[in-house]
């Protein structure tokens, strides 16, 4: 993987990834060079007006660039306002879990895309995922209105709704740079640790593309690196407090962390509502309260279940989050594994924070369901699953490499955690 780093000649050499997807996309598109194109010493690779081909690729190969390839190239009949206009509102029209959040906001978004800005090297960009990843492109059309939406149901006025909308819409571009099998909307949340391994850094890319390659406000950029991180220092790529959260980021971090949730057949809001409040303290309630309101406002999706099948259930939910706490705990008390206690401390404190959301938040009690249905319950297990999940590619993250016998021990561990 050819990842960019934090010099100031971040994109130097043409990324293999985000070059393939451009190419793959210039066979239905027209793309070409806006200027020449010359590498370090000045040799001309080639020519203004040009189209790109599988030739350019080819005289690309271990070449230093004088300009950033995404800044020297075009999408001619690529992406503009009016598209954007025209997927946001066949968005609307479409019977999805977020229509209860967009639909109050229709007319605004519609407005708002109209007006977005287009910065020639985000065009090419989207324009490129357009025609070669549109799964991707529609993950990128719904996370710009979610994100207006709840920026504009919480009173934020025209640039603000601008702001957050250009967020939602470029927050994944750094996908491009990682292979495509690491990219988050290939994986519906069952992530294995090498593709999370390969995905914790498109955050920090994405921050680079938006900062050194337009000129997008900062704060824009700064909300993409932030997309991932969590208020109670548990997100990623950087592991950051609260206190260095960007409001921006905080509304991103929401915004994604929702459709995440929503990704697969048969989701609802519900499961969305039940992501964000799993965990306390992980995300803004007042972002939260938005999701969770209209939530709870939608009808029960399936048969309501017993109240003796919600208990056995529930009973059998706090049984795996026992046994995973019980493995860590006689793991971290073997005097042998002294390599692992960076690791295990962090898997502590990821289950302990899963703890407090089990006993703290209600999300787990069969009496504070008010009217429980099937689809509340499969929610709840669902996001059990999915956290113990998160703390195995944490939890060998933090370990990093390890001696053979502290890395199978681990490995025994983190296989008990992924299969819950």
Known sequence: MTTPSKSDNAFGTANPHALATILEASETRSIIAATDIFDISGIKL????????????????????????????????????????????????RDTPLAPLLLPHAARLVREAAQLPLNPVAQLLLSASQSASPQRFEHAMAGMALAGALMAGNGGDTPEIRLAMLCGLLHDLGEMYIAPQYGEAEADRDLDFISYQQLVVHPHIGHLLIAQLTNYPSVVSRAIAEHHERLDGSGYPHALPAAKVSPLGRLLAVTEAALAALRGSGRHLLHASVALRA????????????????????????????????????????????????????????????????????????????????????????????SPDAAEVEALEDELYFRLRGVQRATLLRAGKLPPEAAGRLDTLCDSLAMG
């Open 46 to 93: 080639w020519a203004s007006h040009q189209p790109v081909s599988a030739a350019l690729q080819r005289k690309l190969i271990d070449r230093q660039l004088r300009q950033p390839l995404e800044s020297c190239l075009i999408a001619e009949d690529g992406v503009t306002p009016l598209t954007l206009v025209k997927e946001i509102e066949a968005l609307l029209q």
């Open 279 to 370: 965990v306390p303290g992980e995300f803004d309630l007042s972002w939260i309260g938005r999701i969770s309101h209209a939530a709870s406002a939608q009808p029960p999706s399936q048969a309501v279940m017993e109240e003796a099948d919600i208990e056995a259930r529930l009973a059998a939910l706090g049984g795996v989050l026992q046994a995973a706490e019980h493995n860590v705990a006689s793991l971290a008390a073997d005097p042998q594994a002294a390599a692992l206690r960076d690791a295990l401390q962090l898997a502590d404190f990821l289950l302990r924070r899963l703890r407090t959301g089990w006993n703290e938040s209600g999300l787990w009690n069969p009496r504070a369901l008010a």
